[in-house]
């Protein structure tokens, strides 16, 4: 399973407050990605990582921001949350020999912002 | 990434095979196709990948059309634990981001 785990697994939080959401891993792999999943959306990829303080954003950044000052640690923050960001959240990792590579999920975080 | 498109849903009786079609017209010549599943409540997992040659493995068959523009992921005999969205992806050789669409979701009757 690739040794990716998440925390907290179950959050809910008001509006307008902070909250960080962890991935962690135990494998040294280099790229570890942040996904958010909603109804009719599929996977989205929100910010992703392919090193320790190297990041970049995916296709629904916006109001999310991320920080990886370890390999194994990749955090993800919501500076102030909405409504719109109650979502579940997964981290993953790629890993290989070989491209193309594959990627690992971690077991997800359901956020709920009311 | 070049774009892929999956029906909804589909419905297979157990012990039955069951094809799931993907189309991928604008594929390019180095993007991948990549298949990937998600149980209930569970992230999504890798079932298989393939380039241009038909590709088996323990989980199952991936067919590619003679031009690539569509593939067929081919579960032999589907089992009620088969019952899940499944994810077809192009990514290029050396990409790093995934687009995963919407799937199609699999309800397999007893």
């Known amino acids: 399973d690739a040794g990716i785990t998440q925390s907290p697994r179950h959050k809910v939080t008001e509006t307008g407050t902070p909250v960080t959401l962890r991935c962690h891993q135990t494998?040294?792999?280099?790229?570890m990605y942040w996904y958010r999943q909603d109804p009719g959306h599929g996977l989205r990829l929100i910010h992703y990582?392919?090193?320790?303080?190297?990041?970049d954003k995916g296709e629904v950044s916006d109001g999310y921001s991320v920080s990886r000052s370890k390999t194994e640690d990749f955090l993800l923050t919501l500076e102030s949350a909405t409504s719109s960001q109650t979502s579940v959240y997964f981290c993953?990792?790629?890993?290989?020999?070989?491209?193309?590579?594959?990627?690992?999920f971690g077991p997800g975080t359901r956020l709920t912002v009311t | 990434d070049a774009k892929t498109t999956q029906p909804n849903s589909m419905e297979s009786n157990e012990e039955e095979p069951v094809h799931l079609p993907c189309n991928h017209s604008?594929?390019?010549?180095?993007?991948?196709i990549h298949w990937y599943r998600q149980l209930p409540s569970q992230g999504p997992e890798y079932v298989i990948h393939?380039?241009?040659s038909n590709v088996n493995n323990r989980m199952a068959s991936l067919a590619i059309a003679e031009d690539r523009k569509s593939s067929t992921l081919i579960l032999h005999r589907a089992t009620l634990r088969d019952a899940a969205v499944y994810y077809c992806?192009?990514?290029?050789?050396?990409?790093?981001?995934?687009?995963f669409g919407t799937g199609t979701s699999l309800t397999v009757i007893p």
């Open positions: 993953a990792i790629t890993t290989g020999t070989s491209t193309p590579y594959q990627q690992y």
């Open positions: 494998e040294n792999h280099r790229y």
């Open positions: 990582s392919y090193g320790v303080k190297d990041t």
């Open positions: 604008t594929i390019s010549g180095t993007d991948y």
């Open positions: 393939g380039l241009t």
């Open positions: 992806i192009l990514r290029d050789w050396a990409g790093n981001q995934f687009y």
